[in-house]
């Protein structure tokens, strides 16, 4: 059993089930999936606002579908989905609610965590972001020297690194193109030094983001970063102040605005679009029958070695009447 007192996956029936359907399909190949049914391709998609998720190139079939979703019926996944859209402490392993949602909703919603609702305070957080994004990008927030910002490294590790990495390599286009933007997470000196060996230390804002502000790595990078920068303008501590920001979720040392670095790449505009478009999924998710509910599709191929070795899904975005779309893969082995 886990902590909360649920049965563990692979010691319920339905698991059982799946790893008999797994030995079952044997050696199946993909082009004999394709050419049993004709209809695959267009039959193995989905929809979600304008994302096209094509599954089709999974080695899955119809009976392996159906089978995950009653693995996902029987270890209660909308159960804790409804619960984690409530507000509801679901992380049993740090008892915390799970607040994803919470980041991306509305500011008229209510997500109440032991009473309060915590979307003013969310959106309060955006707010201050997007006041301190505009003063990057404009160039009324200067360097030391009075020189403007022009080169942005975020430093930080697990998900306060690939996170904002992530999003910023898929929303390049999006990003104002005077402005560097680089991400640090490898302790080894050479990662930092890679960043910054080019850059303008008068022109360089560091954005140290870590969860606990405790990460050694993080800590470690955050402390070269500080000498490299003192080192280069011949200055004194009080240089820092001015190009130097820290995130953080521990509220005792600061504020959670993970994604400032994004913001200032792209701007609080399009930052805000981007979490519309979570919010699409977000409402999704919440209300989409499992047959038809991508964030559960998507979750259920993940645990793809109760059945075979999959391909990439394809995820497409659905091309405007007068535009052209854009093509991503995600997944893998």
């Given at each position: 059993m886990n902590a909360d007192g649920r049965k563990r996956l692979n010691r319920t029936p339905e698991w059982t089930a799946l790893a008999k359907h797994r030995d079952d399909l044997g050696e199946v190949r993909l082009r004999e999936l394709f050419a049993a049914d004709p209809g695959r391709g267009s039959g193995h998609t989905l929809r979600v606002g304008d994302l096209y998720v094509d599954h089709s190139k999974h080695l899955v079939t119809d009976e392996t579908l159906r089978l995950l979703r009653e693995l996902a019926a029987a270890t209660d996944v909308f159960g804790l989905r409804d619960a984690m859209f409530r507000g509801e402490k679901i992380n049993t392993t740090e008892n915390r609610a799970v607040l994803h949602t919470a980041l991306r909703a509305p500011r008229d919603a209510v997500v109440e965590v032991d009473g309060e609702n915590v979307v003013p305070a969310v959106h309060a957080v955006l707010d201050k972001m997007a006041g301190f994004?505009?003063?990057?990008?404009?160039?009324?927030?200067?360097?030391?020297?009075?020189?403007?910002?022009k080169n942005v490294v975020n430093i930080?590790?697990?998900g306060s690194d690939l996170g904002p990495a992530m999003a910023y390599e898929v929303l390049r286009a999006?990003?104002?193109?005077?402005?560097?933007?680089?991400?640090?997470?490898?302790?080894?000196?050479?990662?930092?030094?890679?960043?910054?060996?080019?850059?303008?230390?008068?022109?360089t804002l560091f954005v140290i983001a870590s969860k606990t502000f405790t990460t050694i790595e993080t800590i470690t990078n955050a402390t070269s970063a500080r000498a490299w920068l003192l080192t280069e303008l011949k200055a004194g501590q009080d240089a820092v102040a001015r190009h130097f920001v820290a995130l953080s979720t521990n509220s005792e040392k600061d504020d959670s605005a993970i994604g400032l670095s994004l913001m200032i790449a792209i701007g609080p505009d399009r930052f805000r679009e981007m979490l519309d478009g979570f919010r699409i999924v977000d409402e999704h998710f919440r209300t989409a029958p499992?047959?038809?509910?991508?964030?559960?599709?998507?979750?259920?191929?993940?645990?793809?070695?109760?059945a075979v070795q999959p391909l990439p899904v394809e995820v497409h975005r659905v091309p405007a009447a007068a535009g052209h779309g854009v093509q991503r893969q995600v997944g893998g082995p």
């Open positions: 994004a505009e003063r990057v990008r404009s160039g009324a927030w200067t360097g030391h020297t009075g020189k403007r910002i930080g590790i697990g999006y990003t104002d193109r005077d402005l560097t933007v680089r991400f640090v997470s490898n302790v080894d000196g050479a990662d930092l030094h890679e960043a910054t060996r080019d850059l303008d230390a008068a022109e499992a047959e038809a509910n991508v964030p559960l599709l998507l979750g259920l191929l993940g645990a793809r070695r109760a």
